[in-house]
């Protein structure tokens, strides 16, 4: 008896030619983007070192296209982005010790925010893993270790005959829900040494499919159907598992009104009679959220900024769907469903019961009122006309990519993404820089569309270099610098608590001026004309920078209170 998977498919003459007599002038680094293209990659990002030389000889030899950056975190950071808007894997190549080091505050980012980024770096000579102290450049005694708690999973290669193996099994990890970055180290060495393997082909690393188990499923329809005041929280994972539409379906079915978290933004239309938006950081919306007798979390852990900082204390039945099982019921009691959300949410669609709120759309609009005339009592004319300007030239269906800035954190509140997976922001660390690299990345993966970039001064001088990748590749993107002469959110912190700040002035350049060195075209706006230049710079081919000098203030917190 034969059963299907006994099944090997059998070489044709041809196959087994070519696999006997593989071309030569191939080497180690051959079998690394022979694999990355058999498993569907196009595009790599990186920097080349002297130990991964191997890797990127190979690539002259190979369809693959490079993007190459001008520092390893923000490669990083434009891998993340490129994988957050296709929904692949983004190889990023790296080199040994401390390029390899600096690429970890981009792929603790990706790690946060679920973006899958297949990182592969060289390592030291085969003969010196171990932790020996042999002295060879750039050694560590073990450079795996400093990955451990940031990646999903690590992969160290020995030999060539490894390499297919390795690359695939870090694929399917990265594309397996929880999306996030992956590890692989191979030793200089192994890069460098003549293959004389055959060529790589018919990979194959389908990701594993994390399902909900249907008596906790059933549970859940259950308490949904029968609910009094349902609400939903819908997270990141929504927009990562591409669920945006299921929710929709499920939340129209239940009359449930819907928030966003910061890292949801897009996740639910802005407008909808059911759309709370993404206000979270404000006592209205956190009150209404408590009153729930039924919440559904789809694809948040309910961390510090989805909790208004751990202020919210829910009084009715919680129901999480989260992939990540440490962040089941991390924060609150709750009917805990480890799966992917687009799964589970369309199990919730089989099951659950129409039920009409007539009244919800009116609470809705209440809340929203309250929202509208808190941030109105605080005269902050200045900041959402700003806000409300980028919307305006910024055209729909293009990303935007937000540093950690004052004008980001009135956006995750308050901007209108038009779309899922549009606004993609460095909230899941917190790390400076992000902005403008990331957004680089998203035009690499489709120039078709200009794309927005908005960061501070602080964090502009955190990638001020990638002006020379954006003018080398010609990527549209336009970058919005709001220049107000320092860090300006711990500025504000400082004087908050201390009653002057430390360490927030910063001396800085004329950054039109050193765009166009860049060969970029840089305009000073402001307020009255940023409309007008953000959206003529948009509208350009290629790379542009508009600098807003501009000092910003934040919403008052409620947490506080």
């Not at 990023?92 to 390029?99: F, Q, R, V, Y």
């Not at 490894?162 to 929880?178: D, E, F, K, N, R």
């Not at 209205?284 to 007798?293: P, Q």
């Not at 009084?315 to 959300?341: F, M, T, W, Y």
């Amino acid at each position: 008896m034969t059963h299907d998977h006994d099944l090997v498919l059998r070489p044709t003459p041809a196959q087994t030619e070519a696999a006997l007599n593989p071309p030569p002038g191939r080497n180690g680094g051959d079998l690394v983007v022979e694999t990355l293209a058999g498993l569907g990659a196009t595009t790599v990002f990186g920097l080349p070192g002297q130990h991964a030389l191997g890797m990127f000889d190979a690539l002259r030899r190979s369809s693959l296209r490079y993007i190459g950056l001008r520092v390893e975190n923000n490669a990083g950071f434009a891998a993340d982005a490129y994988g957050r808007i296709t929904g692949e894997a983004a190889p990023l190549l790296l080199s040994t010790g401390p390029g390899a080091l600096t690429s970890l505050a981009a792929l603790q980012e990706a790690a946060a925010a679920s973006a899958p980024v297949l990182a592969i770096s060289s390592q030291i000579p085969t003969a010196g893993l171990g932790g020996g102290r042999h002295g060879y450049l750039h050694e560590l005694p073990d450079q795996a270790a400093s990955f451990r708690g940031v990646v999903k999973s690590v992969h160290t290669v020995r030999t060539q005959s490894q390499i297919p193996s390795a690359v695939a099994a870090a694929w399917q990890s990265a594309l397996t829900a929880p999306h996030g970055p992956v590890w692989v180290e191979i030793p200089q060495d192994v890069l460098l040494a003549e293959a004389s393997l055959p060529v790589v082909t018919a990979m194959d690393a389908t990701p594993d499919d994390l399902a909900p188990r249907p008596e906790l499923t059933a549970v859940a329809a259950a308490l949904l159907s029968n609910a009094a005041r349902p609400a939903i929280i819908a997270g990141g994972g929504v927009v990562r598992s591409d669920a945006s539409g299921k929710l929709l379906q499920l939340a129209e079915k239940l009359d449930a009104p819907v928030v966003t978290t910061f890292g949801g933004k897009g996740a639910f239309p802005w407008e909808h009679p059911l759309s709370m938006q993404s206000w979270l950081e404000d006592r209205h919306t956190t009150d209404f959220l408590e009153d729930a007798d039924v919440l559904l979390v789809v694809g948040s852990g309910l961390g510090e900024l989805s909790s208004n900082y751990h202020t919210f204390k829910p009084r009715g039945r919680v129901i999480q769907i989260e992939a990540d099982a440490g962040k089941l019921e991390s924060n609150h009691p709750a009917l805990g469903i480890h799966a992917d959300a687009r799964l589970a949410l369309q199990a919730l669609l089989e099951t659950v019961a129409d039920r009409t709120d007539e009244s919800a759309p009116g609470r809705v609009r209440e809340l929203l009122g309250k929202v509208a005339d808190r941030i109105a009592s605080q005269e902050l004319t200045l900041e959402q006309d700003v806000l409300a300007s980028v919307r305006r030239a910024l055209p729909a269906g293009s990303p935007s990519f937000w540093d950690m800035t004052i004008l980001a954190y009135w956006a995750w509140s308050a901007f209108d993404p038009r779309g899922a997976n549009s606004m993609h922001s460095a909230q899941g660390a917190g790390g400076l820089g992000y902005g403008f690299p990331a957004a680089l990345g998203a035009a690499a993966a489709d120039p078709t569309r200009p794309v927005l970039a908005v960061s501070g001064d602080g964090g502009a001088l955190y990638s001020i270099a990638e002006l020379a990748t954006a003018r080398q590749y010609g990527l549209p993107v336009t970058w919005l610098i709001v220049d107000d002469g320092g860090y300006g959110i711990l500025r504000e912190y400082m004087t908050d608590a201390f009653g002057q700040a430390t360490a927030t002035e910063l001396t800085r350049p004329d950054y039109a001026a050193l765009a166009e060195s860049f060969g970029v075209p840089g305009v000073r706006t402001t307020p009255e004309t940023l409309e007008e230049d953000l959206a003529k710079a948009l509208a350009s081919p290629g790379p542009s920078v508009v600098v807003l000098p501009a000092l910003l203030r934040m919403f008052a917190p409620t947490h506080l209170d």
